[in-house]
């Protein structure tokens, strides 16, 4: 069971239902801290060390270790871990025997005072409930102070277990419905994208004569359309502010260009911007380091933007909402991937002579701004009903959180 994300920030134990009693986390098992590993401990071979991105994500690569150390930081599968630091949170393991890192608990229940699957929906809560006491500017760290002396209420044994049968039942309700607006989130975009994909290299008209554009990654375009270098659609400008004053502009994946005191940043920030890229409204900007992963788009504001990036100026032949639709969609980044230097796909770089290599379908002027026009209507509709979806799984997450809080704190009457 994952660790479950709550917004509540209930603690007030002062009155308790008939039956229950006060603890403390400390007395509710015995907590292993995990083996203090370092990089020349690891191997190809030997179990699995299993770290905190392990934890919240399955994908994540394992290091591994083939020593000899205590069989106290063996995990097996069914285990229950709590990660305290970086990361807070509450996990059943379900993978094969592995090695616990530090900064991980291992928590051998003490099954006198709580029924284990209880102690899995408790921790959920307190362990989120422990976040405002974690410190650390760029990470969480709970001390072991905060961690085993924070107050808890236990229910009888009986009613343990009738309240970890009941959330076991009604959060698997939830879930599921969670799970639906998840599905629904994915093939809006599925959908998003296919509908960008079309019109930015097949236009509007699906009667239109089509011919073989002879460039892979574009398919068949409309017989009328172009097909054009980069070199002759676009020239690299590279004008240096000198006072570092212009609106600062950042490039995401997923958002394309927008001005960074729109977003929420936490990445360093230089004191001066003296010497950054100055843009104009129209120009096409490229992160050079992640244009592998789609990091590119067009401006729609004058601006300045990290010397390390790229700005190519459209010499005519784009309209800027095509345009920016255009270099977005998944398929261009990875014709961008081709043309980029570098050995391993995190360090792949898209520098100009590349770029100025690749080919592009140039639909008519008046064209673009149909297009564009035409997906700027269906695209807002779609991300209309993704913002509303989005809301609902926020209240279906509240609505689970909200009772486990009510369970575990006495607040639910569960017969």
Known sequence: M??????????????????????????????????????????????????????????????????????????????????????????????????????????????????????????????????????????????????????????????????????????????QLIEAKKRLLELLDEKRRALITHAVTRGLNPDVPMRDSGVEWIGEIPKHWKVEFAKWLFKEIDDRST????????????????????????????????????????????????????????SFQPGIVSPSYHVYRPQGEYHPVYLDYLVRIPIFAEEAIRYSKGVWISCLRLYPEEFFQILLPVPPLEEQYKIGKYLMEKTKKLDNLSIATKKTMDLLQERRTSLITAAVTGQLKIS
């Open 2 to 175: 994952n660790f479950i994300k709550t917004a509540t920030n209930y603690h007030d134990l002062s009155s308790m239902p008939l039956g229950w009693k006060k603890s403390y986390v400390k007395y509710l098992g015995n907590y292993i801290n995990g083996y203090p590993f370092k990089p020349d401990n690891w191997s190809f071979q030997g179990k699995p060390i299993l770290r905190i991105q392990n934890l919240s994500n399955p994908n994540a690569d394992f290091n591994r270790y083939e020593g000899e150390i205590s069989e106290a930081y063996l995990v097996h599968k069914g285990d229950i871990l709590i990660s305290w630091s970086a990361s807070l949170g509450v996990y059943k393991w379900l993978g094969e025997d592995a090695w616990l890192n530090q900064h991980i608990f291992k928590v051998e229940i003490n099954t006198k005072l709580v029924f284990e699957e209880y102690f899995v929906w408790l921790a959920s809560w307190f362990i989120k409930e422990l976040e405002h006491k974690a410190h650390g500017s760029t990470m969480q760290h709970l001390t072991w102070n905060a961690f085993g002396n924070f107050p808890v209420l236990l229910p009888p044994m009986p009613e343990q277990k009738a309240i970890a049968h009941y959330l076991d039942k009604e959060t698997a309700k939830i879930d």
């Open 243 to 298: 006072t570092g004053q212009e609106e600062l502009l950042t490039v995401s994946h997923i958002t394309g260009i927008t001005p960074r005191s729109e977003k929420d940043v936490n990445m360093f920030k230089a004191e001066s911007m003296e010497g950054y890229k100055v843009c104009q409204s129209g120009d096409l900007i490229i992160n050079t380091l992640w244009a592998w992963m789609g990091a590119m788009g067009v």
